[in-house]
């Protein structure tokens, strides 16, 4: 019972972590030409719509319910998804922005070639990665 509620208790944190930047940061999705998404892990992430709409979705509300595994599996064309991961890893792990080619997998199966910058963002204590995204 202990260690369900320590793990409900840690995941309504990440939640929350997760609205508190997505507000702060929806005047930049809003304004930004470029898509963006803020990534903790793949249940706590946020996109703006417009990076919805690069991958042929009405709205985050749709991308983010689509999904079924994880971000990598789900929205990264498969040859580009060990790219994205040592990306994120690099930059969690030493505080190192990267700019890369990448290929999204589109609503209906498509791709969407981009380039994306990748970098770290701390909030209230957590690493997170911050991704803007355009579209080549």
């Not at 946020?46 to 919805?52: G, Q």
């Not at 969407?112 to 990665?129: C, E, N, Q, W």
């Amino acid at each position: 019972m202990g260690a369900q509620h320590d793990q409900a208790k840690h995941l309504q944190h990440h939640r929350e972590l997760i609205g508190s930047l997505a507000e702060e940061l929806k005047p930049l999705f809003d304004f930004s030409e470029q898509g963006m998404y803020v990534y903790l892990d793949d249940d706590h992430l946020a996109a703006s719509d417009r990076f919805a709409k690069m991958l042929k979705y009405r709205d985050e509300a749709e991308l983010l319910a689509a999904r079924k595994t994880g971000l990598l599996e789900d929205l990264v064309a498969k040859q580009d998804q060990d790219t994205l991961a040592k990306a994120f890893n690099a930059a969690l792990e030493k505080g190192t922005a990267s700019e890369f080619p990448l290929a999204w997998r589109s609503k209906g199966g498509g791709t969407v070639k981009t380039r994306v910058i990748l970098a770290p963002l701390s909030y209230r204590g957590h690493m997170f990665a911050l991704h803007f995204i355009s579209a080549v």
